[in-house]
């Protein structure tokens, strides 16, 4: 049922910078704006971006989101072990009376 | 701080009805849109459909016809019924909250609850 695309996988070493794409369509991210969660083994997905690039209290700031387009992409900057989990985007689709679409998902190791 | 917590049968036969149960804690229930995602086996997140103001309900498009989502404002809890399960319905079902933010985030979300379909 992903309507929106994203790579994956993803992976770097401690230190350095990661970014996940996601894409989807002008009744979608071209709509409206994106959000950002992860998800952890065994765990409940967290809010980690909403409305492209705002950070929940408590979300470091080597999270980045942005948006162009019909598509936005999350950045991991200064990755640590603990980012090691699954990211997904999501949004609400405007077609078929609205209905909220995720990303197919991408896995973040750190080597 | 709002909590939240599912409950409901881990086991349920194909063909029957699922019902789960969201017990909201820490605030009220009023004006947030309650929210039910499952996540099968080896799959991505899935959007089942939420409730808002106890009327108001938004469902999946490829879940509507087995869906209803309903709200108990005096117990502070949400429910979701899904008829004629299959094993494709296998997943763990979470419940969410939208509307703190303004862009529909999902900001709290319960643990989640594992439903398997077997007979």
Redesign the interface.
């Known amino acids: ?2 309507v929106l695309t994203q790579p994956p996988s993803a992976s770097g070493t401690p230190g350095q910078r990661v970014t996940i794409s996601c894409s989807g369509s002008s009744s979608n991210i071209g709509s ?4 950002w ?1 992860q ?1 952890l083994p065994g ?5 980690l971006i ?3 690039n ?1 950070r ?1 209290s408590g979300v470091p700031d080597r999270f980045s989101g942005s948006r162009s387009g019909a598509s936005a992409s999350l950045a991991i900057s200064g990755l640590q072990s603990e980012d090691e989990a699954g990211y ?1 985007c ?3 689709d405007d077609s ?10 991408t896995k973040v190791t750190v080597l | 701080q709002v909590q939240l917590q599912e409950s409901g049968p881990g086991l349920v036969k194909p063909s029957e009805t699922l019902s789960l149960t969201c017990s909201v804690s820490g605030g009220s229930i009023s004006s947030y849109y309650w ?1 039910w995602f499952r996540r099968p086996p080896g799959k ?4 089942i ?1 939420y409730i808002y103001n106890s009327v108001s309900t ?5 879940l509507r016809s087995r869906v209803t989502i309903s709200e108990d404002t005096s117990k502070n809890q949400f429910s979701l019924r899904l008829m004629s399960v299959t094993a494709a319905d296998t997943a763990v079902y ?1 419940c ?1 909250r939208a509307g703190y ?7 709290v ?4 609850t594992m439903v398997t379909v077997s007979s």
């Open positions: 049922q992903s409206n704006p994106v959000n969660y998800q765990t409940a997905p967290k809010l909403f409305s492209n705002q929940p997904y999501g949004t609400w078929l009376n609205g209905f909220y679409v995720f990303g197919t998902g | 929210t991505g997140l899935e959007y459909g938004n469902y999946s498009p490829s979470y969410a933010y303004s862009s529909g985030a999902f900001d979300w319960g643990q989640g």
